[in-house]
């Protein structure tokens, strides 16, 4: 009755559990002395033989859980997995009285885990292989895969020698990828994932055309930046050179257009003042070679005084003047000549007072 009633809690727990976690397939505890299934969520399996099986077998002989690798089931008739672990007997230290076996649903756990592809473009994928290169789950491009397709890839070699790493190579459809591998030492699996290079490479690719654009556009910048300051700094220079012949030339009247108050600008106006000081002492030499020209053909005191006064004026840029001749007692000043000035305004003044403006010129 009590064994009876054992079994009874077993099945309700482990039929709690297939309907919690819908990765169990089926639960079952094989008897150790009788090695048959005395207790499965599947009743129709009851009572078979698993004296056989490596899930029986294994924890038996090593006392310890035991995950069996993927295979194909007579049972299922499908790819499985089953992990098991033994019962012990309380009352006798060390005796085993059965085995608690789990089938996974590897659509449900493992399958669906390995095609979730976030993040891995459109193809990347993972894949496990066991010791012998065998893929143990669906691929994408290669339909009934699981213990079907043998791959003999560098990363699944790497893999199954219990190396880690990352590798460019040809995967199982003939194409290059970029792979990273490891492996997994409680199943002994190697674990791939794999994307295409061209895909991998293409944002690489896209960011060198953006980079080669950027400095093309860089270039360009650099280049007009370039030609803009040669040019504006050359051109100052290149009208002081132009300034330099003209006044080579003769002309003193060129000068520099000011641009700005840098040193070009205070060269610029450095060549300016030359060029006005050179124009004003040449002026000037002309004016009193003029003016001895004029006084060497004059004859006679007043065409001296009408001819000199007009000279003066237009020598100095005057709008007037007048020339007045000391009389003989020395007392006055008489007019001689003049030019723009009223008579009434021209009549003798004395020659000792020092008045005024004119005052100051005869003092």
């Known amino acids: 009755m009590i064994i009876l009633q054992a079994k009874c809690y077993i099945y309700f727990m482990t039929i709690s559990y297939l309907k919690a976690y819908k990765a169990y397939e089926e639960i079952f505890i094989i008897n150790a002395h009788s090695k048959k299934t005395e207790l499965s969520t599947d009743k129709a399996r009851i009572g078979s033989d698993k004296s056989q099986d490596t899930y029986f077998t ?81 691929l994408m491009r290669y339909p009934n895969a699981p213990l079907k397709l043998k791959i003999e890839a560098k990363p699944i070699l790497m893999a199954s020698q219990g190396k880690t790493g990352i590798t460019e190579t040809i995967d199982y459809r003939g194409e290059p990828i970029l792979a990273a591998y490891t492996y997994i030492p409680g199943t002994q699996w190697g674990f791939v994932a794999k994307q295409d290079l061209k895909e991998v490479y293409e944002p690489v690719r896209a960011m060198l055309l953006n980079i080669l654009i950027v400095v093309v556009i860089c270039v360009i910048f650099v280049y007009l930046l370039a030609f803009f300051v040669a040019k504006n700094f050359a051109r100052p220079v290149q009208e002081m050179m132009e300034l330099s012949r003209r006044m080579q030339e003769g002309d003193l009247s060129a000068r520099n257009n000011i641009r700005s108050e840098d040193e070009l ?71 001689l000549a003049s030019i723009g000035i009223s008579p009434e305004l021209l009549e003798p003044f004395d020659a000792t007072g020092y008045e005024g403006e004119l005052g100051k010129a005869v003092a």
Do not use: C
Not at 62 to 75: A, V, W
Not at 268 to 276: K, L
């Open 58 to 138: 294994e924890p038996m002989r090593t006392q310890n859980i035991y995950i069996k690798d993927i295979y194909y089931s007579e049972t299922t008739r499908k790819p499985a997995m089953t992990f098991s672990i033994p019962i012990f007997d309380k009352e006798k230290s060390g005796s085993i009285t059965g085995i608690l076996v789990v089938r996974i649903n590897l659509e449900l756990s493992l399958y669906d885990l390995l095609l979730n592809r976030t993040g891995m473009g459109n193809t990347g994928e993972t894949l496990i292989l066991n010791k012998d290169g065998i893929a143990l789950n669906e």
């Open 265 to 335: 600008g205070l060269l610029a106006q450095s060549f300016n003042y030359m060029a006005g000081t050179m124009e004003s002492q040449i002026l000037i030499q002309k004016s009193v070679a003029d003016l001895s020209m004029t006084l060497m053909a004059l004859r006679g005191m007043q065409d001296f005084a009408g001819k000199l006064l007009k000279k003066l004026i237009e020598t100095t840029g005057s709008s007037l003047g007048a020339f007045h001749l000391l009389t003989e007692d020395g007392k006055k000043f008489k007019h």
